[in-house]
């Protein structure tokens, strides 16, 4: 099953939490969201959320709806669209993020979580797992997990990697804190067979178009954006994260003006 990323959208007069190119480029308009849910309905889809992935009988097709960053559109946007649907969704919020500008507050979270939607965690502060010590790991597994499960009275079971970044230490750091899952964004379709703590998913961009949309949901045509990631994952190993991000930056900040 193909599992799909999501992160804020964008509604008419409303500021984004970010502004910078690499971030905007991950935030689709809610119109553009309304589409791609209104497709995978009509087509005879299931939006899952990823417990209900995890014990889906593949009785028909189905995929599973992620979102990550805890922005206020999850609850005042997404939440309802998904509802109008019958799908389900797990969010996944950056703990720490809670309570400020264009975030979900406490209040918020809850009644996500109360209309029935699944809460994940997807960090402590966004840092990437890759760049810190096992301490600071430790810290965005476990104190994340803590943190919302004192705000929704509830255990919480599936993380996602902030920008996607993981390395070996997370599995077991993630096992030890009681997660059943961690999903990552590599471009790839999650079998039955596939390692729980290492979960693919699909990021869905501002630029992906409904034909786009519909291969990625058949798991077709993977390979590209898989191909396309590990090019971008090669040049963040060579002159690490940070410097990456702001090469990055640079070069979408020209392609714009240009
Ligand atoms: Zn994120």
């Not at 209104?38 to 990823?50: D, H």
């Not at 990697?161 to 590599?186: F, I, Q």
């Amino acid at each position: 099953m193909v599992f799909l990323m999501y992160h804020e959208l964008e509604l008419p007069a409303r500021p984004l939490c970010r502004t910078e190119p690499g971030y905007v480029r991950y935030v689709l308009t809610v119109a553009n969201f309304q589409a791609e849910m209104g497709w995978l309905r009509t087509a005879g889809w299931r939006g899952l959320s990823v417990s209900e992935a995890l014990t889906f009988d593949g009785g028909n097709a189905a995929v599973a709806i992620t979102f990550d960053d805890g922005s206020e559109t999850d609850l005042t946007s997404a939440a309802t669209i998904l509802k109008e649907h019958g799908f389900g969704a797990t969010f996944y919020a950056t703990a720490g993020f809670i309570g400020t500008q264009g975030y979900m507050s406490r209040a918020q979270l809850r009644q996500l979580k109360e209309s029935g939607f699944e809460i994940g965690s997807h960090s402590m502060t966004h840092r990437y797992l890759s760049d810190l010590d096992d301490a600071g790991v430790h810290e965005e597994l476990f104190e994340s997990k803590h943190r919302l499960e004192e705000i929704l009275g509830e255990a919480i079971r599936h993380f996602s990697c902030p920008g996607g970044r993981y390395d070996r230490r997370v599995a077991a750091l993630a096992r030890e804190a009681g997660y059943v899952t961690v999903a990552n964004s590599r471009a790839r379709v999650n079998l039955r067979s596939s390692d729980c703590y290492t979960l693919g998913r699909v990021a869905i961009m501002r630029e992906t178009n409904l034909a786009d949309f519909q291969n990625i949901c058949a798991g077709r045509e993977l390979w590209k954006i898989e191909l396309r990631d590990s090019i971008r994952s090669a040049a963040k190993r060579v002159l690490g994260n940070r410097l990456y991000d702001s090469v990055r930056e640079r070069a979408l900040l020209r392609s714009r003006s240009g």
